[in-house]
T-cell receptor
Framework: DSGVTQTPKHLITATGQRVTLRCSPR?????VYWYQQSLDQGLQFLIQ???????AKGNILERFSAQQFPDLHSELNLSSLELGDSALYFC????????????????FGEGSRLTVL | DQQVKQNSPSLSVQEGRISILNCDYT??????FLWYKKYPAEGPTFLIS?????DKNEDGRFTVFLNKSAKHLSLHIVPSQPGDSAVYFC????????????FGPGTRLSVLP
């Protein structure tokens, strides 16, 4: 158990809809990352938050947005969903901004599997 | 353009033998490298890391080698065990530019009993 909690684990929705994925980081971790893993693809970095502020942006579509709340949990909002948005969405957290103090370790949740029909 | 490449989508190794997983990168600013292991229906878990000031890091059965001039790193697992069967992701970070970790596409390792 990494200590990172993601909900929901599975989500099935239709094209054009909007969904929200939620992530609770490990206790004490200030950084939250979102990654997308499409079928047989690597982990694509979407966005990073540190202590409530956006710190880095990757290949995140304009239809997607995220935020990190004062209690440090984060939400990833996906709107106007398309078939190609079907993927595993992972949240990860770390102690410091990006790199954990000693090992540079990101702690990943189990992911939210989104299926768009 | 993929900055981190793992050119072997899959690898099969006999139990007890050595597994060698390879990773190449293109961004010369990368200075921190990690390997993650992922089982089905689970999130990736950290395995081992190496800083660019080193060329080798060892942790039990796992050793990571870094060749900066070739922009290449490899993960050696010896001896390989059936429980090592998983997808292995190589990741790199450029701490100067910021804190993003760029992941490779992964290599699926199958250790045969």
């Amino acid at each position: 158990d990494s200590g990172v909690t993601q909900t929901p684990k599975h989500l099935i929705t239709a094209t054009g809809q909007r969904v929200t994925l939620r992530c609770s980081p490990r206790s004490g971790d200030l950084s939250v990352y979102w990654y997308q893993q499409s079928l047989d693809q690597g982990l694509q970095f979407l966005i990073q938050y540190y202590n409530g502020e956006e710190r880095a942006k990757g290949n995140i579509l304009e239809r997607f947005s995220a935020q990190q709340f004062p209690d440090l949990h984060s939400e990833l909002n996906l709107s106007s969903l398309e078939l190609g948005d079907s993927a595993l969405y992972f949240c990860a957290s770390s102690v410091a901004q990006g790199v954990a103090l000693n090992t540079g370790e990101l702690f990943f949740g189990e992911g939210s599997r989104l299926t768009v029909l | 353009d993929q900055q981190v490449k793992q050119n072997s989508p899959s690898l099969s190794v006999q139990e007890g033998r050595i597994s060698i997983l390879n990773c190449d990168y293109t961004n010369s600013m990368f200075d921190y490298f990690l390997w993650y292991k992922k089982y089905p229906a689970e999130g990736p878990t950290f395995l081992i890391s190496i800083s660019s000031i080193k060329d080798k890091n060892e942790d039990g059965r796992f050793t990571v080698f870094l060749n900066k001039s070739a922009k290449h790193l490899s993960l050696h697992i010896v001896p390989s065990q059936p429980g090592d069967s998983a997808v292995y992701f190589c990741a790199a970070s450029a701490t100067v530019e910021g804190q993003n970790f760029v992941f490779g596409p992964g290599t699926r390792l199958s250790v045969l009993p």
